[in-house]
């Protein structure tokens, strides 16, 4: 949990906190350690404006910490009045911000610190703040979406799961509820009427997908509404006569997001699409799909097709085509055009190459479930277009699901650019500025941290190959494990944490395994990772969001140390998991293990490149110093592709909604596919 739970203190008495204003030249005292000992440096940083507006918010909070419990809510709806009157929410701040800080200190032991403070100043003002992992981002939260709820007009709290939606509800909703607002949370499995009471609330937790299909849901009733002949007043009674056929939204007013570069980049490239009711050709889709993952093995690279591993695209050679003329087909297939046969077997083969079950997909109770890469997380409801997630479900033998057109769609982009505030927060932005800058008209703000931070970076270790590296990753979890200290090994797929636990099984090293197969048993898992002596395998379901406390005595010993087995696509993924450890103040070390057959490496520096590197390391067990850079390198190539198809991506949606306004369209429901 990121909810950085302290430690009730009594405040430092000022002199001057009762008069109207400070007396002159009295020196500024913070509670928190950063700002008293750091503050030119929190001057230069361009935090000065926020900092100056703390002794409002420390008056403001001596004044009212001795209310009653009820006259504390009747002050809050005093504040909400005043919103809905008009009155400008920045000059409510200083109030509302203790209000929230008395509220979360009655209510859960945990006073908001002065960073804190900072940090929801920061998102208020329509930015990203970025903190340091540990340094309560959930806590932060509270405070510009208490604010930005005054108006009655709802706020969304975007994050990048159900999990931690209701997660983070649950937990701060004693702060809220002793302020009189109400709290909602939207999950996948919802009715619409349980999703229009959680909308209704003050303030409702979701994800961007949820959120995203929702608003899409809508737009498809108000337009069938319209179709109907019934118009704005008959899709009110509608509403009223058919239970669940009324838009379950309000509007677009504030949204903070948090993981902000998740939410905001990483799932930016795959746009929210609900599919249209099937035609009559579902049997013969259904028959090419699998036909296609049959006969995908008969072609050879080079020679019946061509693999272009920027753009991972599949293309058929003068051979392949005429071997898809030549093989044996069922009869259903007699009316199915070449060509498209043609994309049948591309797509049969780009699946088989690179669509992998355990780091792509599970199967689970015969279906086809995506696992997201950057959380390692189920991502429950979504499939891939195109075609691609029955080419799976095909070539892994389940029911293949009927390939449907679009009935609406919309980009993670464009949802969010619909909001009139926007604002988040993130312990990894720093290397995204530029395009929170570009496509969000987001800047990004360093908070400073509470405690200065403990961490120890370790040198990283470079391997020829992924045996010695495994064989490596074992020895030092040995070692680390025998000092008493816990341990957290992240794994960049489900097969690759399976494969190192058989491996510490074979070593005689008790652990567990945190992957997309044990969501249930997450939190226990997650609750004894800090403990002397535990040593925890996960995917990256362990990188955000989670709190990892340490036990009794782990402080003395070094605290947590984590183990990163293999780069990510992008070193922000990296960096949310070195980010369990050190955290508040709290000692940590961490160190990454690298390897030459490494996908990092293949992906960033291509296959040629790639092969003479395996070649190089395929006998070498010892180290190599000085190859970290290559794969650093590799890294940023990465991810400046991944940036290039997010630009196009845009680009293409801006025309695409362009083009459907010039012919009287809806950009959201008129596919042009």
Same mark, same amino acid.
């Given at each position: 949990?990121?909810?950085?739970?302290?430690?009730?203190?009594?405040?430092?008495?000022?002199?001057?906190?009762?008069?109207e204003?400070?007396?002159?030249?009295?020196?500024?005292?913070?509670?928190?350690?950063?700002? $008293?000992?750091?503050?030119?440096?929190?001057?230069r940083s361009?935090?000065?404006?926020?900092?100056?507006?703390l002794?409002?918010?420390?008056?403001?909070?001596?004044?009212?910490?001795?209310?009653?419990?009820?006259?504390?809510?009747?002050?809050?709806?005093?504040?909400?009045?005043?919103?809905?009157?008009?009155?400008?929410?920045? *000059?409510?701040?200083?109030?509302?911000?203790?209000?929230?800080?008395?509220?979360?200190?009655?209510?859960?032991?945990?006073?908001?610190?002065?960073?804190?403070?900072?940090?929801?100043?920061?998102?208020?003002?329509?930015?990203i703040?970025?903190?340091?992992?540990?340094?309560g981002?959930t806590?932060?939260?509270?405070?510009?979406?208490?604010?930005y709820?005054?108006?009655?007009?709802?706020?969304?709290?975007?994050?990048?799961?159900?999990?931690?939606a209701?997660?983070? %509800?649950?937990?701060?909703?004693?702060?809220?509820k002793?302020?009189?607002?109400?709290?909602?949370?939207?999950?996948?499995?919802?009715?619409?009427?349980?999703?229009?009471?959680?909308?209704?609330?003050?303030?409702?937790y979701?994800? =961007?997908?949820?959120?995203?299909?929702?608003?899409?849901?809508?737009?498809?009733?108000?337009r069938?509404?319209?179709?109907?002949?019934?118009?704005?007043?008959?899709?009110?009674?509608?509403?009223?006569? @058919?239970?669940?056929?009324?838009?379950?939204?309000?509007?677009?007013?504030?949204?903070?997001?948090?993981?902000?570069?998740?939410?905001l980049?990483?799932?930016?490239r795959?746009?929210?699409?609900?599919?249209?009711?099937?035609?009559?050709?579902?049997?013969?889709?259904?028959?090419?799909?699998r036909?296609?993952?049959?006969?995908?093995? @008969?072609?050879?690279?080079?020679h019946?097709?061509?693999?272009?591993?920027?753009?991972?695209?599949?293309?058929?050679?003068? =051979?392949?085509?005429?071997?898809?003329?030549?093989?044996?087909?069922?009869?259903?297939?007699? %009316?199915?055009?070449?060509?498209?046969?043609?994309?049948?077997?591309?797509?049969?083969?780009?699946?088989?190459r690179d669509?992998?079950?355990?780091?792509h997909?599970?199967?689970?109770?015969?279906?086809?479930v995506?696992?997201?890469?950057?959380?390692?997380?189920?991502?429950?409801?979504?499939?891939?277009s195109?075609?691609?997630?029955?080419?799976?479900?095909?070539?892994?033998?389940?029911?293949?699901?009927v390939?449907?057109?679009?009935?609406?769609?919309?980009?993670?982009?464009?949802?969010?650019?619909?909001?009139r505030?926007?604002?988040?927060?993130?312990?990894?932005?720093?290397?995204?500025?530029?395009?929170?800058?570009?496509?969000?008209?987001?800047?990004?703000i360093?908070?400073?941290?509470?405690?200065i931070?403990?961490?120890?970076l370790?040198?990283?270790r470079?391997?020829?190959?992924?045996?010695?590296?495994?064989?490596?990753?074992?020895?030092?979890?040995?070692?680390?494990?025998?000092? $008493?200290?816990?341990?957290?090994?992240?794994?960049?797929?489900?097969?690759?944490?399976?494969?190192?636990?058989g491996?510490?099984?074979?070593?005689?090293i008790?652990?567990?395994?945190?992957?997309?197969?044990?969501?249930? %048993?997450?939190?226990?898992?997650?609750?004894?990772?800090?403990?002397?002596?535990?040593?925890?395998?996960?995917?990256?379901?362990?990188?955000?969001?989670?709190?990892?406390k340490?036990?009794?005595?782990?402080?003395a010993?070094?605290g947590?140390?984590v183990?990163?087995?293999?780069?990510?696509?992008?070193?922000?993924?990296?960096?949310?998991?070195?980010?369990?450890?050190?955290?508040?103040?709290?000692? $940590?070390?961490?160190?990454?293990?690298?390897?030459?057959?490494?996908?990092?490496?293949?992906?960033?520096?291509?296959?040629?490149?790639y *092969?003479?590197l395996?070649?190089?390391?395929?006998?070498?067990l010892?180290?190599l110093?000085?190859?970290?850079?290559?794969?650093?390198k590799?890294?940023?190539?990465?991810?400046?592709?991944?940036?290039?198809?997010?630009?196009?991506?845009?680009y293409?949606?801006?025309?695409?909604?362009?083009?459907?306004?010039?012919?009287?369209?809806?950009?959201?429901?008129?596919?042009?596919?």
């Open positions: 949990m990121d909810t950085n739970q302290q430690t009730l203190e009594a405040p430092q008495a000022e002199e001057s906190k009762k008069s204003a400070p007396q002159r030249g009295a020196p500024r005292k913070f509670r928190a350690n950063p700002l $008293g000992s750091a503050f030119s440096q929190v001057t361009g935090l000065a404006r926020f900092v100056a507006k002794p409002l918010i420390d008056r403001f909070e001596e004044q009212l910490k001795d209310l009653s419990e009820r006259d504390l809510r009747k002050h809050s709806l005093g504040l909400r009045h005043r919103a809905k009157s008009g009155e400008a929410l920045h *000059k409510l701040l200083p109030e509302a911000f203790a209000l929230v800080r008395i509220a979360g200190a009655r209510t859960m032991g945990m006073r908001h610190y002065e960073v804190q403070l900072i940090g929801g100043m920061i998102m208020f003002n329509g930015a703040a970025e903190m340091e992992t540990g340094e981002k806590l932060t939260a509270t405070l510009p979406t208490y604010l709820a005054l108006p009655g007009k709802g706020v969304h709290v975007a994050t990048v799961n159900d999990y931690l209701a997660r983070d %509800a649950e937990l701060m909703m004693p702060i809220y002793m302020l009189g607002m109400s709290v909602g949370v939207i999950e996948s499995q919802m009715s619409s009427p349980e999703r229009r009471k959680a909308y209704s609330c003050d303030i409702t979701g994800t =961007s997908k949820e959120f995203g299909f929702d608003f899409l849901r809508d737009r498809l009733l108000i069938q509404t319209r179709e109907q002949g019934l118009g704005v007043l008959g899709a009110m009674l509608a509403g009223k006569s @058919e239970k669940g056929e009324e838009p379950v939204q309000r509007e677009h007013y504030f949204s903070l997001v948090d993981e902000a570069d998740s939410v980049i990483d799932d930016a795959t746009p929210l699409v609900i599919s249209a009711i099937p035609g009559e050709a579902e049997k013969v889709a259904v028959a090419c799909h036909w296609a993952a049959k006969s995908e093995e @008969e072609f050879e690279e080079d019946h097709f061509e693999y272009d591993h920027d753009k991972k695209s599949v293309e058929l050679s003068v =051979s392949g085509r005429l071997l898809v003329r030549q093989i044996p087909k069922p009869k259903l297939l007699d %009316a199915v055009g070449l060509v498209d046969l043609y994309d049948y077997i591309e797509r049969a083969i780009k699946v088989k669509f992998h079950s355990g780091q997909y599970v199967i689970r109770e015969g279906e086809v995506i696992v997201d890469e950057s959380t390692g997380r189920i991502a429950e409801g979504r499939k891939w195109n075609g691609i997630h029955q080419a799976i479900e095909a070539k892994e033998g389940v029911e293949v699901t390939a449907t057109g679009q009935a609406a769609r919309i980009t993670v982009q464009d949802l969010f650019l619909r909001y505030h926007l604002g988040g927060m993130t312990g990894t932005a720093s290397s995204s500025k530029g395009e929170f800058k570009k496509i969000y008209k987001l800047n990004v360093k908070c400073p941290t509470n405690r931070p403990q961490r120890k370790w040198p990283d470079v391997f020829g190959n992924g045996e010695a590296k495994w064989t490596a990753i074992v020895d030092e979890i040995r070692e680390i494990h025998s000092q $008493g200290r816990p341990i957290l090994v992240g794994t960049r797929t489900i097969e690759k944490s399976e494969h190192l636990s491996l510490l099984e074979q070593a005689g008790e652990h567990e395994v945190l992957n997309a197969h044990q969501v249930a %048993a997450e939190a226990d898992i997650v609750s004894r990772a800090g403990h002397p002596g535990k040593v925890t395998v996960a995917t990256n379901m362990a990188g955000r969001g989670t709190d990892i340490l036990g009794e005595g782990v402080h010993l070094g947590l140390h183990i990163c087995t293999e780069m990510h696509d992008s070193a922000r993924i990296d960096r949310q998991l070195v980010g369990r450890c050190g955290r508040q103040g709290d000692p $940590g070390s961490t160190r990454q293990f690298m390897a030459l057959d490494d996908d990092c490496l293949l992906v960033g520096l291509g296959p040629t490149r *092969k003479k395996i070649a190089y390391g395929e006998n070498r010892a180290e110093p000085g190859y970290s850079k290559l794969f650093r590799s890294q940023r190539k990465i991810e400046k592709k991944h940036f290039s198809d997010r630009k196009v991506l845009l293409h949606e801006k025309q695409r909604k362009k083009m459907h306004r010039e012919m009287g369209q809806d950009p959201y429901l008129d596919s042009p596919d």
